[in-house]
């Protein structure tokens, strides 16, 4: 069945520092008592290296930042999810699918690579593993016949960086476009949810990885697009210098308060104090709830497929 791509796509600048994560401020306060103990006030800062999955855990939950990036021997992760074994599987395939030559790029090509690619870890059964199998399949089939596969994307899984005034931003990008002398992100999605306009002007991950595009690429970069494959749609946001410097801003902070919170632990800091439990729906899929007793409390488990695509 042929999926019509949509393209939904705004420009210009709504706030993006809104719905920040309630919490913060709590979190900001306890770092700085207790960096205030430790002596650290007025030291000059370093410069913290980010990525946007390090910030995002932060933001959802101190102590899983914790426990996924501090903690050594890292806590035991739960088991592997379908809906992220989906995903990575779609991943490698569309990556691979530009590897090939562009003629050979076709919708049949693009099938055969999630066979190859296939792995069925967290999926039910045999049988959920090769339904969802033969969706991916038609997922890319169909996506590949909507875009024009022989535009040869400028960086493929590409690690881009720049540094701001406060961090070092970095992280890979899925897919980087050129189209019309300008760079274009592209963020290929597998979620049971539609995206949005909104998902894509939000997203700190796509307008650090824009910023960090014109750095590395040293070429103008302000559209970056979620791609999402079950739904076939396309949302969109063009960034201006401002809605970027917005999104800097809030990583910016995000990642003074876990620099400082990370110091302070080395420095003897009250673990639970700096990188507190921030219970909520997410502990359901959290890889660290079973050492985390809040967590547990706050939302049911879930069966490793129950977060795939309908
Ligand atoms: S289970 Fe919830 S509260 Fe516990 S670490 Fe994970 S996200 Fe945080």
Redesign the pocket.
């Known amino acids: 069945m042929a999926v019509f791509w949509s393209v939904e796509v705004r420009s210009g600048g709504r706030s993006a520092g809104q719905g920040e994560a309630t919490g913060v401020s709590d979190r900001v306060r306890n770092v700085d008592r207790v960096t205030g103990q430790l002596g650290f006030d007025n030291m000059p800062q370093k410069l913290v290296r980010v990525t946007p999955a390090k910030l995002s855990t932060w933001t959802?939950?101190?102590?899983?930042y914790?426990?996924a990036y501090l903690d050594r021997p890292t806590p035991a992760r739960g088991g592997a999810w379908a809906h992220n074994t989906l995903g990575a599987v779609v991943h490698n395939a569309l990556r691979a699918l530009f590897d090939l030559p562009a003629a050979e790029r076709t919708p049949e090509a693009a099938a055969a690579l999630v066979t190859r690619y296939w792995k069925s870890d967290g999926f039910r059964d045999g049988d959920q593993a090769a339904r969802y199998r033969e969706r991916a399949r038609d997922w890319v089939a169909d996506y590949v016949a909507e875009i024009d596969p022989t535009a040869d994307p400028i960086g493929l899984e590409r690690w881009v960086s720049a540094p701001t005034a406060r961090i070092v931003a970095e992280g890979r990008v899925d897919r980087i476009d050129q189209r019309d002398g300008e760079l274009v992100i592209v963020d290929y999605k597998t979620g049971r949810h539609a995206l949005t306009v909104d998902d894509a002007r939000g997203s700190q991950a796509l307008a650090l990885y824009a910023l960090a595009a014109r750095r590395t690429l040293r070429r103008r970069c302000r559209r970056v697009e979620l791609h999402h494959l079950p739904t076939g749609t396309v949302a969109a946001w063009e960034h201006t210098d401002e809605s970027l410097a917005r999104h800097v801003a809030r990583a910016e902070q995000a990642a003074e308060e876990l620099g400082l919170a990370t110091d302070t632990l080395a420095a003897g800091g009250d673990p639970d104090v700096l990188f507190p439990?921030?219970?909520?729906r997410?502990?359901s899929w959290?890889?660290?709830?079973r050492?985390?007793?809040?967590?547990?409390a706050?939302?049911p488990d879930l069966e490793p497929w129950a977060m795939l695509a309908p």
């Open positions: 959802d939950c101190p102590r899983r914790r426990m439990a921030s219970p909520g997410h502990c959290c890889d660290f709830r050492g985390c007793a809040e967590g547990r706050a939302a």
